[in-house]
């Protein structure tokens, strides 16, 4: 099958959710930032994208802020 020169959809659209890993240091949970969630075109599913894969803790995927989703300029 021949690959498609178009981006994929997590390139150029804003990501619905993005995804923390969360460390819990005693009463504190350390939040750090590490990828981002697109869903699928159906709605059925997500693609995750990390760029950093956690060894401990808990990965939370969390709805991105409005401020966030803007365009640049917007």
Known sequence: MAR???APAQETNPPDFL????ANKGD???WTRIGAAWFHRD???LSLQLEVVPI???IVLRPS???EKKE???
């Open 72 to 74: 640049p300029g917007a």
């Open 56 to 58: 401990n803790g808990r």
């Open 19 to 22: 995804a923390w890993h969360v």
């Open 65 to 67: 802020l409005d401020d």
């Open 4 to 6: 498609s020169n178009t």
């Open 28 to 30: 504190k949970g350390f």
């Open 43 to 45: 709605r059925k599913g």
